[in-house]
């Protein structure tokens, strides 16, 4: 059992959190953001992530697990902490270390005894030498501390799973001492053998942005496949699944669609070419990913346009708002970038989603929601299916086609059978399948 710190409730600093009290520890989760804290003291969450209300609540409730806002007394008390605060990006996509040195500040000055200090924020190669610098300069009491860079990777809407079950857990240190803490607290999770890298800050910090440029690069690399596929008349699910057969390929991060969205992918990948720029190194491949991924948006319209030629004073029905399912955040997602581009066409948008709904209208005031999806098509000249939420993958099509306007459907994230949809009497498009289009 370890005293844990947990600096940032955001969606990283809570599933941590909550992951790590589950296993034992007793851990504070702090933020300078008081009403997040209030939200989380009533037993509510300020975002949406499947399972972690009932652990929050579990674990609340075994007094393992509690939310203040006194940092400097639960920094005092703890022998580790994590810092996973945000690290927005700067218009020209360098991150912005704000609110990480401001976390290294507090620790500094709360510095009563030795501790590891983990930085699981994603921050930019040599953030962590950076913070060693702030608490070595701006702690009073100088008692000795190690710095650890421990990137996650968590995916939102599968988050717990992701930490319980990790493919690997990277650790970042120079220091044994910090290598065996860190070490004794996600040994848990593992019983025969945890998938420990240990290796340097530089090299962890790393890690994090080269994986998540690698998949992004992945996803683009199929989504230019998927319009190649739609000019050749070949099939890209076909294509995907026989490369993904490839040992050396894999399978995963091969669905063709609208792009990548999130908080993530999108802002990680501008901050990977940012470093390489910096240092005088030109990130062609990686660059290639972003402007592949702005461009689909575009495609996705362009198919819209096919079946509704001219968009202006139309009405598009956007089935799915989140960036991905089982998450209500909207931040970068693929149906927002659609919806402002439908929007400056002069189209009106009706838009249905089964928890973004609210984000979404922050986001974006124009969009009509609904909390049924068949009002939001009622009357429209064509749906657009945006994220692949469980609800949607049945929709009753027989209804749908009752109520829309006229039977368009742009899928873009290839839920539906091409052929089965042409059965169901749909003008039907999707990603890569052009079954209808060479019709
Ligand atoms: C991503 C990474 O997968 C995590 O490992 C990482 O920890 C996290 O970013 C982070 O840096 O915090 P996340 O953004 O939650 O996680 O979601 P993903 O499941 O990776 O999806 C990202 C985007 O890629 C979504 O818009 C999704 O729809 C899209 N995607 C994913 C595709 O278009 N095709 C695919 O085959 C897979």
């Known amino acids: 059992m370890k005293n844990i710190c947990i600096m940032g409730t955001g969606y990283v600093g809570l599933v941590t959190g909550a992951c790590l009290a589950d296993l034992g520890n007793r851990v504070r989760c702090v933020d300078i953001d008081a009403e997040k804290i209030k939200i989380l003291n009533d037993g509510k969450l300020p975002i949406y992530e499947p399972g972690l209300q009932e652990l929050i609540t579990n674990n609340v409730s075994r007094e393992r697990l509690s ?40 620790i500094a000055q709360n510095l009563n005894d030795f501790k590891v200090i983990v930085n699981k924020s994603t921050v930019s190669v040599g953030t962590g030498k950076r913070l060693m610098e702030i608490i070595e300069k701006k702690s009073p009491s100088k008692a000795e ?22 493919d690997r857990i990277v650790i970042g240190t120079n220091s044994e001492r910090a290598y065996g803490i860190i070490t004794e607290i996600y040994g848990p999770l593992y019983l025969i053998e945890t998938p420990f890298i ?19 690069v992945k996803i683009s690399f199929i989504n230019e496949i998927a319009n190649i596929c739609d000019k050749t008349g070949a099939d890209v699910h076909v294509v995907a699944r026989a490369m993904g057969l490839d040992g050396r390929i894999s399978p995963k991060f091969l669905h063709a669609g609208p792009g990548f969205g999130g908080s993530c992918f999108p802002k990680d990948i501008l901050g990977l070419v940012q470093l390489a720029k910096e240092r005088g190194i030109s990130p062609v491949l990686v660059e290639a990913a972003i402007k592949v991924n702005n461009a689909q948006r575009k495609v996705m319209v362009e198919k819209l346009k096919k079946l509704v030629p001219n968009l202006g004073g139309k009405t598009i029905a956007i089935l799915g708002l989140a960036f991905k399912p089982n998450t209500d955040d909207v931040r970068e997602s693929p149906a927002l970038d659609i919806i402002k581009i439908l929007l400056e066409e002069g189209c009106t948008v009706n838009a249905y989603d089964p928890v973004a709904l609210d984000n979404a209208k922050k986001a974006i005031p124009e969009i009509n929601c609904y909390d049924n999806m068949m009002d939001a098509c009622e009357g429209a000249d064509s749906v657009m299916i945006m994220t692949e939420w469980n609800e949607l993958r049945q929709i009753d099509l027989i209804m749908l086609k009752e109520k829309l306007g006229a039977p368009n459907m742009v899928d873009c994230k290839n839920i539906y059978d091409p052929v089965k949809m042409k059965e169901e009497g749909f003008n039907y498009l999707s990603v890569g399948r052009p079954l209808l289009e060479a019709d």
């Open 198 to 216: 240990k290796t340097s800050i530089e090299t962890a910090e790393l890690i994090k942005y080269a994986s998540n440029a690698f998949l992004s």
């Open 67 to 106: 939310f203040s806002e006194d940092i400097s007394g639960s920094i005092r008390k703890s022998e580790v902490i994590f810092i996973s605060v945000g690290t927005p990006s700067d218009g020209d996509g360098k991150v912005n270390l704000l609110y990480v040195e401001g976390a290294a500040e507090m």
């Open 145 to 166: 501390f190690e710095v650890v860079s421990n990137p996650e990777f968590l995916r939102e809407g599968s988050a717990i799973n992701d930490f319980m079950h990790p």
